[in-house]
Each structure stands twice: as C-alpha cells, then as structure tokens.
C-alpha cells in the first residue's frame, strides 16, 4: 500500500525574516515528512506590539492556511503562547475542527495566581486550548503543572526538552577568564548570587533587565550591566570561568536557553534546582544543583568549583558532550515526531 509521507505545516507571526537559525540543523526524510515555513509578516511590529484590530486579518490569513491551502497538512505546530497559538486554537475551537491537528511547541504560561483576574484568564485558557492537540513543554514539572491547572488527560501535556545552536559546539571550551557569569532576564534570583559573592574576592559580572533592581548594595567585587547587545552576552558568557544561574523556584521552566548555550560552550555551571534545570543537569556530572534561595549554598558551591581547576574542566567537558548528545534540533526534531507517530494510523497489506 502507498503511503502517503505526513504533512507539517510550522507557522510564526512577526516582522519578516528568512527561515529560522534552527532549519540548517535539521534533516527529515521527505518520503515520511514534509515540513514547510510559514511566516506572517507583521511589517516591523513585534508580536506582542500587534493590535486587536489588526489581529482580524491576521485570523483570516491563518484560517484560509488551515483550511484552503493546509487542508491536506496533518499537523499544524506553533511556537508557545503566543498570537498565531492562540488565533489557530480559537479558531478550531469556535468551528469544532480538529484538523490539521495542532501541537504548541515549547508551551509556556505564567502561573495561576489567587486573584479573579488570573482565574479568568485560565478559564478562557482552558476554553481556547480545548481543540489542541498537544503541548510540548521544555520541563517534566510544566507537564505536570498544565495537566493539573487545565485538566488535560495525560498525553495532551508531554516533555521535550530544548535546543541550543549547534554551532557553539564548534567554538573554542578553553577560553576561560577571571570571572563567573551571570545573565538572563526570567524569573532570575540575583538577589541571592548578590549576598552569596559578598565579601568574596571573585570577580562576578551579571546582566540583567533593564528592569531589574537589586533589593541591597552591590559588593565591589560586583560589576552590574544592563540589556547588552547579544554579541557582547556572548563574549561574556563564552570567556567566563563559571556560569551561574539562580533562578526563582517556578512551576514553569526558565533559563534553559543561557544553560543550554553555556553547556555547548563548555562552561563549567552552578545552577538553582528548579523546573527549568532538573531535567538539562544532572548533579556533579554536566553541572552543580543547589537548592533555591539558599546564598550559603550558592557561595559554597562557588567557592569550591572556582578554586578548583579540574572540576571546571570535567564539568565542562561533560556539559560539552550532553549538549551535543541530548539538546540539539535534531533531537528536538526526532522527539517531537516520536511523540506524534503513535497517534498516527497503521496501515498495511492486508
């Protein structure tokens, strides 16, 4: 019997681009997959800049690539939660369509608060959401947490975990300064790397949001930056001696994209255990854990792994070799599919 190969249709809105960094990084067989790119161009706004008025054209764009020109794709995927998530979830909600099937990669909500404007969000949430397929979530607590708060079955929620550019592999792992490191904006606990580097002599530089405030002084030793240009994070981040990353301790995962890029770098890291670290680091071998809010902990395991050559190294190395084992597209790619090819009909000389 014929099979015919799966059809995927990947949409993004936002100002125009060319294909995403992560396509170089993939391969698929065309014979069982048949992948295309859609992008809707916003002009030059940013998604989230986009209007209520101007969302209207925007669904009838995407309900036409859904329904006229997708009408033989088997999946439609979107990335998180953002516009184009929610326009093609409400639109196959409100026409009871449940194809092409819809799958939000990297699924990410902020959490339920106690308040009614949050309940209410949730609600409509749940509402909207009701047509989904299926919502790849970057952490194993997130599935958890989504299953709970939406009451989603088990297989509506599953975990992939996240990719990192391949071609920091490539870079050098022995350009190793003075200094530890620190940056991100999400749900980043500065305030306690802050009081665990304090009356430390290591040079510690952290860049944050232009927002954020530190609650205390900052201790000399402590060089503070602000909204850096992506080329300078990097320099920073690649010619550090340690990676530091303390986290608020979430429901949802953040901070994967800064640990992913330091673990294909190399970099010897300390992190908070939290939803976005558990599942990338495992303790002692690719990376130090420490328990959240805990600065003694923190300036413990610091001082240990600065004073410590060879642990940098081994640790390094390792986090090295688990970036290019575990945390690359392709293996996105293949997870992802894997997770969808049960659902897929058999078929067969009968």
Known sequence: MVMHPRSVLILTIGPPHGMPWWWDHIAFDTNRCKIRYVRLSTGGKRETDISLPEMVPLAMKIANLLFREGRNDQYVMTFETGIASFIVSLIQTLTFRRTPKHVILQFIMRERKETWLSKLKYLFMKVCFSSLHMAICSSSREVEYYRKVFQWDSGKARFVPLHTDPNLLRQPSDTIGDFIFSGGRTYRDYDTLIKAVSGTSIP??????????????????????????????????????????????????????????????????????????????????????????????????????????????????????????????????????????????????G
């Not at 300036?299 to 600065?306: F, G, K, N, S, V």
Request: glycine share 8%; proline share 8%.
């Open 204 to 349: 510690t530089v952290i860049v944050s949001s232009a927002t954020y405030q530190p609650s205390a002084g900052l201790p000399p030793n402590l060089t503070w930056m602000r909204e850096l240009p992506l080329d300078d994070f990097n320099r920073l981040l690649g010619g550090c001696r340690v990676l530091v990353l303390p986290l608020e301790d979430k429901e949802i995962s953040t901070g994967q994209c800064v640990l992913l890029q330091a673990m294909a770098l190399g970099k010897a890291i300390v992190a908070t255990k939290t939803s976005g670290t558990a599942d990338y680091i495992e303790d002692g071998v690719d990376g130090i854990l420490v328990p959240p809010h805990d600065p003694g902990k923190l300036r413990q395991a610091i001082m240990e792994l600065t004073r410590d050559d060879e642990a940098i190294a081994r640790l390094g190395a390792n986090a090295k070799k688990s970036a290019h084992e575990k945390y690359l597209p392709q293996q996105y790619l293949e997870q992802v599919s894997a997770l969808l090819s049960p659902a897929e009909p058999q078929s067969g000389a």
